[in-house]
């Protein structure tokens, strides 16, 4: 049966301006940004990308599956930018989704913040490549400039990278894995489970994970719902 759920999408907001180098940090957010500079045409735009990314003249970061969108001011001028990269096929996902369940403590550690590499190794094992290569990445913007990417573009990219740094489920989410599938995924691989191979009264670390999923979602909606509410105020 087709997939005819509503795509994810996430809006991070704008980062603030950073000193320093604009690279990632992560051994995977330092991936990323390996491919985005094998995507450039030349240093020059990287420089150019690296200068936009560190003064935090790239507004919020959308995130769907598949696609990234920003605007970026340069000067006087405000361009907007959409990077794809090709999403995971069906049977990649679920190869991923076993890899994750194959080892306790995957899964936390992607709620943690960690994305551990043995997982990525797995994976690739079962043929699924997770991390992107430059060819992958297809970019556009509304500027004048002939390549692709353009230095805007390249600036989404290098924040993206730091966004990855924080949380490996926005690679996840651009590869069309976003968290919410990959629970539900998971939990509907332990309903399927035979009762023989279930662990006595041991938690349950998908069905915990859901529940603080929820949780999570529930607090963001009231501390929205407060911020609406200050606003009228």
Do not use: N
Not at 22 to 27: H, L, M, S
Not at 64 to 76: M, N, P, S
Not at 88 to 112: C, H, I, N, T
Not at 151 to 156: G, I, Q, R, W
């Amino acid at each position: 049966m087709p997939d005819v759920r509503p795509p994810v999408r996430a809006t991070h907001p704008r980062l603030r301006p950073r000193r320093g180098a604009a690279r990632a940090t992560t051994w995977w957010g330092k991936a990323w940004v390996r491919a985005c500079e094998e995507s450039a045409y030349g240093e020059a735009d990287l420089k150019a990308a690296r200068a936009l990314a560190r003064a935090g003249a790239v507004g919020a970061i959308t995130v769907t599956e598949g696609r990234f969108l920003a605007a970026v001011e340069d000067g006087d001028e405000l361009w907007s930018t959409s990077t794809g990269l090709p999403l995971l096929e069906e049977r990649d996902r679920s190869a991923f989704v076993e890899a994750v369940a194959a080892e306790a403590g995957r899964l936390p550690a992607l709620l943690a913040g960690e994305l551990p590499h043995a997982l990525v190794e797995h994976a690739e094992e079962s043929g699924v490549e997770l991390l992107p290569f430059g060819g992958e990445l297809e970019a556009s913007c509304t500027c004048a400039a002939w390549i692709d990417p353009c230095s805007h573009a390249l600036a989404a990219a290098y924040q993206v990278g730091w966004l990855a740094d924080a949380d490996p489920f926005v690679l996840l989410a651009l590869r069309g894995l976003p968290r919410e599938d990959l629970l539900a995924r998971l939990h509907a691989r332990e309903g399927r489970r035979a009762p023989s191979s279930t662990q006595g009264d041991e938690p349950d670390e998908v069905a915990l994970a859901l529940d603080a999923a929820a949780r999570a979602r529930r607090i963001l909606e009231l501390l929205k719902q407060e911020a609406d509410i200050e606003h009228l105020l």
